[in-house]
C-alpha cells in the first residue's frame, strides 16, 4: 500500500495536493477505488479509499485510523562524518530505512568532503528529500530530519553522556554499550579516514563512550549501518533472539 505523509488529515474526507497528489496520479498512475495511507504529525495513520482524481487533487475516504506502530522505541541520532562522493545519500536512505530519528552531518580533521555554505544548502535539500522518500518506503511514522552541518565540537557537547562513537582501535562492544545507555542513543561515526584520536578524547570528555564492531575495518558507509542495526536488535526494534526458531541441521523450520 502507497504510504504518505500529512501534517493532518480531514475525516472523513481528505483532500491531498501538491507533489503527493501529482506522484499519486502521473508517477504511481493510482485509480479510485485504490487504497493508501497517511501519517499524521501526531504518528496517527490513516488508511483511505481513493474517491476522486486528478493531476493535481486526490479525494479520499478514511476508513481506519489508528496509532502507527512502525517507529523504533529507541530514539537514535546518526553524527555522521561527511563521506566523499554519493555515500551520503546512501547512508542517509539506509539510516532513515533502519529507524534512525535524527541524522546530523559532521565535519571531522579527516573529511574529504569539505563543501562550502551555498554547496551545503543544496546537499541539506537533496538530503531531506531522500530522508522523506526513505520514510515513505519503509512506512515510517514520522520523517526523519537531516540537520545542518555540525563540527564535531559542538556535536560531542549537544550528545553528552548519549553519545557512542564507533572506533576502529577499540571500545566495549557495541551491542554491550547499548544496553547501558537506553532508548536515546547519539550514535557517532567517522569518515574513510576515521577519528583523530584527540576526536576520540574529546567525545569522552562530553560523557561519551567508545564501541567497537569486532576485528574488521568497515568502510564508512558500512559502519552507521552494521551499528543501526546492532542497535535496533538489542533494542527490541529488529526482531530479537527470542523470536529467531532454529531448525535442526538439514531439517526443515519447526516451532
Not at 567517522?190 to 574488521?216: H, W
Request: proline share 4%; glycine share 8%; charged share 25%.
Amino acid at each position: 500500500m502507497a504510504w504518505f505523509f500529512a501534517e493532518s488529515v480531514t475525516l472523513p474526507l481528505h483532500t491531498i495536493t501538491g507533489e503527493n497528489a501529482r506522484h499519486i496520479s502521473r508517477s504511481l498512475r493510482m485509480k479510485a477505488g485504490e487504497e493508501l495511507t497517511i501519517c499524521d504529525s501526531d504518528m496517527i495513520r490513516h488508511d483511505c479509499v481513493i474517491e476522486s482524481i486528478d493531476s493535481d487533487s486526490v479525494c479520499v475516504k478514511v476508513t481506519d485510523s489508528r496509532p502507527c506502530e512502525n517507529e523504533p522505541s529507541a530514539e537514535v541520532t546518526l553524527y555522521q562524518a561527511l563521506s566523499k562522493g554519493d555515500k551520503m545519500e546512501f547512508i542517509i536512505q539506509k539510516a532513515v530505512e533502519l529507524g534512525a530519528a535524527h541524522i546530523v552531518p559532521v565535519l571531522t580533521a579527516r573529511c574529504v568532503s569539505r563543501p562550502d555554505e551555498k554547496s551545503m544548502s543544496k546537499k541539506l535539500e537533496r538530503w531531506n528529500k531522500i530522508a522523506l522518500a526513505a520514510a515513505m518506503q519503509s512506512r515510517r511514522g514520522r520523517i526523519p530530519d537531516v540537520r545542518p552541518l555540525m563540527t564535531l565540537e559542538k556535536a560531542s557537547e549537544e550528545a553528552g553522556s548519549t553519545a557512542v562513537v564507533c572506533y576502529e582501535l577499540g571500545g566495549e562492544p557495541l551491542g554491550e554499550l547499548t544496553q547501558v545507555k537506553g532508548d536515546k542513543i547519539s550514535l557517532f561515526i567517522g569518515s574513510e579516514g576515521g577519528f583523530e584520536k584527540s576526536e576520540i578524547e574529546r567525545i569522552l570528555q562530553n560523557g561519551g563512550s567508545a564501541a567497537t564492531l569486532g576485528n574488521r575495518i568497515l568502510r564508512a558507509e558500512t559502519a552507521p549501518l552494521a551499528a543501526l542495526s546492532v542497535i535496533m536488535y538489542v533494542t527490541g526494534n529488529l526482531g530479537s533472539a527470542n523470536d529467531i526458531k532454529k531448525a535442526p541441521s538439514g531439517g526443515d523450520w519447526k516451532e
